[in-house]
């Protein structure tokens, strides 16, 4: 068997984190045809097939799966190592790119990294928001934001922004038409404004009062996918919106918007930044994981 450099595993590791060889050319800054041409001469060296190419795909063979679990951890270390060192060097540097669901973004996130970036000038931050559920590892990212019964059970998660609760929120010119909703099942009498993931799936209105737990599949002519195009169709009159108390806040207290069935709206734990389990993580994830604690500690 002819010598299979280290170089010749990174491309390897590379092209089984992301199944793709087209993301994979994107991280290594070449062309796709030129990695898969690099993959075919490693498993020349070998005399063995690492990745079955489909065309819905890139999948690892049997000695794929068992070269990427064996050399995955030894590279994790080398980047541990790597990151050690950026404690000579005075202060944190690095990218740090955070996926997170546009209510995040906007309620929590932007003003943290506002200030983080002004304490930590040396630190680039790449936020990308979206609303479907990402595995932040094999996607390329350092960290996400989430609800804590999204987070997958292997991930560190770090209490991000405070409390959230939730609002049932409609026009005053909606209910000239119909009746204040008593209980949430009375919402069967009204139009609602639904919301869809980008799963395709619809989300059921969640409710709690003295123990009770209630999941309500509303019905109305008017479906989103993105809470602020819902804020303003339920100022508009389209219907009864389910929404974050800050984000209709402001309509709220200028009477664009009345809140209903609010004793089955209870506080809950907020969002949560999340990120792998490892020994070491990166200088910029843990300078802005320490940053996030830092300002949950002054909350308290």
Same mark, same amino acid.
């Given at each position: 068997?002819?010598?299979?450099?280290?170089?010749?595993?990174?491309?390897?590791?590379?092209?089984?984190e992301?199944?793709?060889?087209?993301?994979?050319?994107?991280?290594?800054?070449?062309?796709p045809?030129?990695?898969?041409h690099?993959?075919?001469?490693?498993?020349e060296?070998?005399?063995?097939?690492?990745?079955?190419r489909?065309?819905?795909?890139?999948?690892?063979?049997?000695?794929?799966? +068992?070269?990427?679990?064996?050399? +995955?951890?030894?590279?994790?270390?080398?980047?541990d190592?790597?990151?050690d060192?950026d404690?000579?060097?005075?202060?944190p540097?690095?990218?740090l790119?955070?996926?997170?669901?546009r209510?995040a973004a906007k309620?929590v996130?932007l003003?943290?990294?506002?200030?983080?970036?002004q304490?930590y000038?040396?630190i680039?931050?790449?936020?990308v928001?979206?609303?479907a559920?990402?595995?932040?590892v094999?996607?390329?990212?350092d $960290?996400?934001?989430?609800f804590?019964?999204?987070?997958?059970?292997?991930?560190?998660?770090?209490a991000?922004?405070?409390?959230q609760?939730?609002?049932?929120?409609g026009?005053?010119?909606?209910?000239?038409?119909?009746?204040k909703p008593?209980t949430?099942?009375?919402?069967?009498?009204?139009?609602?404004?639904?919301?869809r993931?980008?799963s395709?799936?619809?989300y059921r209105w969640?409710?709690?009062?003295?123990?009770?737990?209630l999941e309500?599949?509303?019905?109305?002519?008017?479906?989103?996918?993105?809470?602020?195009?819902?804020?303003?169709?339920?100022?508009?009159?389209?219907g009864?919106?389910?929404l974050?108390?800050?984000? $209709? &806040?402001?309509? &709220?207290?200028?009477?664009r918007?009345?809140?209903v069935?609010?004793?089955?709206?209870?506080?809950?734990?907020g969002?949560?930044l999340?990120?792998?389990?490892?020994?070491? &993580?990166?200088?910029a994830?843990?300078a802005?994981?320490d940053?996030?604690?830092?300002?949950?500690? +002054?909350?308290?």
């Amino acid at each position: 068997m002819r010598r299979i450099r280290s170089t010749d595993l990174a491309i390897f590791l590379t092209i089984a984190e992301h199944r793709s060889f087209r993301k994979a050319a994107v991280e290594l800054g070449v062309t796709p045809s030129a990695l898969s041409h690099s993959l075919r001469a490693i498993e020349e060296r070998l005399d063995l097939r690492l990745v079955n190419r489909t065309t819905r795909g890139v999948g690892l063979t049997e000695a794929g799966e +068992r070269l990427f679990d064996r050399i +995955r951890p030894a590279f994790l270390d080398i980047d541990d190592a790597l990151e050690d060192l950026d404690k000579f060097r005075g202060q944190p540097y690095g990218k740090l790119r955070i996926n997170t669901p546009r209510p995040a973004a906007k309620m929590v996130l932007l003003p943290i990294v506002s200030r983080f970036l002004q304490a930590y000038p040396a630190i680039e931050v790449e936020i990308v928001v979206d609303d479907a559920l990402v595995d932040t590892v094999s996607a390329g990212f350092d $960290a996400g934001i989430r609800f804590g019964e999204s987070i997958a059970a292997d991930m560190i998660a770090v209490a991000i922004g405070p409390r959230q609760r939730t609002a049932i929120v409609g026009s005053p010119e909606h209910f000239q038409r119909f009746p204040k909703p008593v209980t949430p099942h009375d919402l069967k009498d009204h139009p609602c404004i639904r919301y869809r993931f980008a799963s395709g799936t619809y989300y059921r209105w969640e409710f709690e009062r003295g123990g009770v737990e209630l999941e309500i599949d509303v019905q109305g002519p008017l479906t989103l996918g993105d809470l602020d195009i819902m804020l303003d169709a339920a100022i508009d009159g389209s219907g009864l919106a389910f929404l974050f108390e800050d984000h $209709a &806040l402001p309509a &709220l207290r200028d009477g664009r918007l009345i809140r209903v069935l609010e004793d089955w709206c209870p506080y809950y734990p907020g969002f949560f930044l999340y990120y792998p389990s490892r020994r070491q &993580l990166p200088t910029a994830l843990r300078a802005f994981v320490d940053f996030v604690k830092a300002g949950a500690a +002054r909350q308290r």
